[in-house]
């Protein structure tokens, strides 16, 4: 028998869906600027109506996505702002993944992540797990509410096997998190877990898939947080084990300051290795000096991670140096005037 519950979500999810739909057809219009000031009040109800009536069923990840449609929404409906592409982007967006949580309210339970909660990394057990595979799914730089669409990712994941692994951890103090990387127990290939995220997912800049085999779990265990031992002798190597078109890192003192050398390739894979560095807060002391000597790509993640290095060491009073960039590397720090910020050399 259907519980009082499951009924009452039901018809909220039904509900929910035609006010999208409604709220579609009303940004579309507002988009093609065939829109009057009901249109925009009618849009503002329909989120409004989605977000009192999620927290009453218990979607409060739905609700606080409203929320913020809500506050996208009040400058335009106040006329303080005009709607342009940027915000036309941010509606669609998140329009998008509102859907996905109604079309799969787990998405939305804290209580549901919390059940299927994963081994700590660094377990064996989880490692002699039959059919390993590796997924690393690397979001789209404008998504917003990235937790969610990790979740999401996750759950489609979970149809075709058992995630055991999620890395780094899903969490909404992580809001700047644009890779991540899922360990899956799965009788399916690859391919096949790799084409389920690519098919049912959206705004991903790049998916990839591998099954785990002895000649790489040292380089998957790496992208899991779980760097090799540290062998003797200056500096300390993060990475080093990391899958090809990745990045190895070597921390040393500089007299009183830090310089972490990067070698090899900066992309999204590569920043997760990074921002393990600076998730070790004694490693860094003083002024960082980034050592790009032996780096030979970087994207606009690494890019955009640099600058909230530069944020990071100004708040804290320190400085933040470019040593040995090669030149188109060097091309690529001037054309989005890095270098404006960020001091740069061509030696130490």
Request: hydrophobic letters at 40%; one cysteine or more; proline letters at 5%.
């Amino acid at each position: 028998m259907t519980s009082p519950a499951d009924e009452l979500m039901q018809i909220f999810l039904a509900e929910a869906s035609e006010n999208l739909d409604a709220f579609e057809d009303a940004l579309m219009r507002m988009e093609a600027g065939e829109h009057g000031d009901d249109d925009i009040r009618e849009a503002f109800r329909l989120v409004h109506n989605v977000k009192g009536s999620s927290a009453m069923v218990g979607l409060h990840k739905l609700s606080e996505l409203a929320h913020a449609m809500e506050d996208s929404l009040e400058p335009i409906r106040s006329k303080s702002r005009e709607l342009d592409a940027d915000l036309t982007r941010q509606l669609f967006n998140g329009l998008a993944l509102m859907r996905e949580i109604i079309n799969r309210p787990e998405a939305d339970s804290e209580s549901e992540w919390a059940a299927k909660k994963t081994e700590a990394p660094g377990s064996a057990d989880i490692w002699a797990a039959p059919d390993l595979h590796h997924v690393t799914a690397v979001l789209a730089d404008d998504v917003v509410f990235n937790d969610v669409k990790a979740r999401i990712i996750q759950n489609y994941l979970g149809e075709l096997g058992k995630v055991l692994l999620v890395y780094p951890p899903v969490t909404e103090e992580n809001p700047d998190i644009r890779v991540y990387h899922y360990l899956v127990s799965s009788a399916s290939s690859a391919d096949q877990l790799r084409e389920q995220v690519e098919k049912k997912v959206n705004e991903l800049r790049e998916v990839k898939a591998e099954s785990v085999n002895p000649t790489n779990v040292a380089a998957v265990k790496s992208a899991f947080g779980q760097t090799p031992a540290r062998p003797a002798g200056q500096g300390k190597p993060h990475g080093a084990a990391c899958q090809p078109s990745s990045l190895s890192v070597v921390i040393k003192p500089v007299g009183d300051d830090t310089m972490i050398s990067c070698i090899g390739e900066l992309d999204g894979n590569g920043l997760v290795v990074l921002m393990d560095v600076f998730r070790e807060q004694e490693a860094i002391r003083g002024d960082l000096i980034m050592d790009f000597s032996k780096l030979n790509y970087i994207n606009s993640l690494g890019l955009g991670f640099l600058i909230r290095l530069y944020k990071m060491q100004d708040k804290n009073g320190k400085k933040l140096r470019i040593v040995g960039p090669l030149p188109r590397i060097r091309q690529l720090l001037e054309t989005t005037n890095i270098t404006k910020l960020v001091q740069v050399d061509d030696r130490l």
